[in-house]
């Protein structure tokens, strides 16, 4: 049970750490769409800033993801 | 099949410590990296030849200004929803950049063709919120000067304040830290060192050298004495 919450957990996290990946890196070469699209709020400036600190977080989670999903290691 | 788990674990843990470690070191040399020594000035833009910074001739009310980039504030105020104050990293690091090359006509008969870079006034007046009743832009400078432009033209341009001119930060002589690039209007509407944009519906301000015979309009087009 905890096992699967985690997983979930970790899913959900992957999910949302790999839409604010993309999203910022369109924030980086389509400022306008992007600032548009999010109302003002992700600027060009605060894009970089993101996409940049995203990465260390996503690996991780990307690995306990990869974890969580492989066969090999499952119960 | 116990072992097998304990091996993925062992694994997973090992890379989360290696990808932990090099984000680490990542974070930590931001900032550390070599140190970035001033650009060259470019003299050619995509076929374009440049004018030099060096180009232009002194003709400021009065003389040289020294702004301090660390004290500066740029004011948004008048008819806006939102006044807004800026420092100068804030105002580069905000709004997005741009990058045009515009030649400035001067009414004593020299001109000069720079490639400027710097934010569009336009992206600061719609962050301010400007008011319907609204019509002219007045820009302020360090030293006294000032002068205004309609806000129709900078809504339908993409006029800049810009920060660097051929690759190369503003010189304290060009208007450090911003100047305005008022393109296809005379030279006395280039404003330096702008401190203060004030939004106004008075759309017969007259700045500095408007007050003293000088068309309100400035357009390159149009002679720039006021004929009335």
Not at chain 1, 7 to 32: D, H
Not at chain 2, 29 to 57: C, K, M, N
Not at chain 2, 104 to 130: F, K, M, N, Q
Request: with cysteine; net charge neutral; glycine share 8%.
């Amino acid at each position: 049970m905890v096992r699967f919450t985690c997983r979930k957990l970790v899913a959900r996290t992957l999910l949302v750490l790999t839409l604010l990946f993309v999203i910022s890196g369109f924030g980086i070469t389509e400022p306008w769409l992007v600032r548009s699209l999010t109302f003002g709020l992700l600027d060009k400036a605060l894009s970089q800033q993101i996409h940049f600190l995203l990465w260390g977080p996503f690996l991780i989670v990307l690995v306990l993801h990869l974890y969580y999903s492989c066969g090999v290691f499952r119960r | 099949m116990r072992r097998g788990r304990r091996t993925g674990q062992i694994i997973v843990i090992l890379l989360i410590g290696a990808i932990a470690v090099l984000y680490a070191l990542d974070l930590a040399g931001d900032g550390q990296g070599a140190t970035e020594l001033a650009p060259a000035e470019v003299r050619e833009y995509q076929g374009e030849r440049l004018s030099s910074i060096t180009d232009f001739r002194e003709n400021s009310i009065r003389g040289l200004q020294h702004v301090n980039a660390s004290t500066y504030t740029l004011t948004v105020d008048g008819l806006v929803e939102n006044r807004g104050e800026y420092s100068y990293d804030t105002l580069i690091e905000r709004f997005p950049h741009y990058r045009k090359v515009v030649t400035l006509y001067c009414v004593e008969g020299w001109d000069v063709t720079i490639l400027w870079e710097g934010v569009r006034v336009r992206d600061l007046l719609e962050e301010a919120g400007v008011k319907p009743e609204a019509n002219t832009v007045i820009f302020y400078a360090e030293d006294g000067y000032s002068s205004s432009l309609p806000l129709a033209y900078i809504g339908d341009r993409d006029i800049l304040l810009a920060y660097a001119m051929n690759n190369v930060t503003l010189p304290a002589e060009r208007g450090f830290p911003f100047q305005l690039v008022a393109e296809d209007r005379w030279g006395y509407k280039w404003v330096k060192w702008v401190t203060r944009i004030e939004v106004s519906d008075d759309e017969n301000y007259r700045g500095y050298w408007e007050s003293r015979g000088y068309a309100n309009n400035g357009s390159i087009d149009r002679s720039f004495f006021d004929r009335g």
